[in-house]
């Protein structure tokens, strides 16, 4: 069974029809990147498969449990993680600080004022472990507004990994970073456990085939073509959507 399927997805802004009957799925421990031009529908398929947007009509499940009108945090509860292109950190608070947070929000006695001296303590490793494990101990003690744009994005795919996610939603997560940063975004999502699968919006070509085993294709709001990368890539009507116009995909 798929872990994320969406069927049938249609939203219209107004008169503006931006999603048609979109149909997409995320197999288990999947790498499925999203492309399109801009305009496309991407971030709003996103908002529809979050619950930050309701679907004019289609359903989205989740592990075979229907969510269509089920609100984000219940989503959130099934396995469900998403970063967007603003970055969403609490930017006054370390590094450190901000991942506590995200590590005791899917922790049990997080309301409780008395808890277990074992509770502090798991909460210390898993911070820990999250900040040596992907490069970020160093800079544990920095406020996040200290960092450059391109390490607060990459803290904020951590934080979303904190807690636990199944399927891990990325909507551009290399947009604006220097290539340097980049090149560490693009290895740290290749290094994520299978456990997690992904789907991604990515513009960077070069990141979308280093991580990509499945591909779709959006373009004025309807999937053109999905499949695996050698398909997508050899594809001359996928070239035409990008290239045709002159216009090129934006890095
Ligand atoms: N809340 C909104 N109200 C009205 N129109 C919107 C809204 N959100 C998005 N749109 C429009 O819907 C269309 C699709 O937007 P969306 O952000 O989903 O595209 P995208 O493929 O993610 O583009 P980009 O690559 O530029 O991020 C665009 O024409 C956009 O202007």
């Known amino acids: ?6 069927n049938g997805v249609s939203k219209a802004f107004g008169s503006l029809q931006v999603l048609r009957d979109v149909s997409l799925e995320v197999q288990p421990g999947q790498r499925h990147v999203i492309i399109g031009p801009n305009g496309a529908g991407k971030t709003t398929v996103f908002k529809c498969i979050t619950g930050l947007l309701p679907a004019d009509s289609g359903s989205i499940a989740i592990d075979g449990t229907d969510v269509t009108g089920m609100p984000a945090h219940s989503r959130v509860s099934l396995g469900l993680a998403c970063t967007f292109q603003k970055t969403n950190l609490f930017s006054e608070l370390t590094v ?11 922790k049990p006695y997080r309301f409780r004022i008395w808890k277990p001296l074992s509770w502090y303590e798991d909460l210390q490793r898993d911070t820990r472990e999250l900040l040596q494990e992907w490069d970020l101990w160093s800079r544990r003690r920095h406020r996040v507004d200290e960092l450059s744009y391109g390490e607060q994005r990459i803290l904020e795919i951590v934080l979303a990994l904190a807690s636990k996610p199944r399927i891990l939603l990325l909507d551009e997560p290399t947009s604006g970073m220097s290539p340097a940063e980049t090149a560490r975004t693009t290895s740290l999502i290749q290094e994520m456990p299978r456990s997690v699968a992904l789907l991604v919006i990515e513009h960077d070509m070069d990141v979308v085939f280093s991580i990509a085993d499945y591909i779709t294709v959006l373009h004025h709001g309807e999937v053109f073509l999905s499949g695996p990368p050698e398909e997508v890539r050899g594809d001359e009507r996928v070239r035409e959507i990008y290239f045709g116009g002159g216009a090129r995909p934006h890095a």
């Not at 069974?1 to 969406?6: D, E, K, T, Y």
């Open 96 to 106: 450190e600080e901000n991942l506590h947070l995200a590590v005791t929000a899917r």
């Open 1 to 6: 069974m798929s872990l994320l399927a969406v």
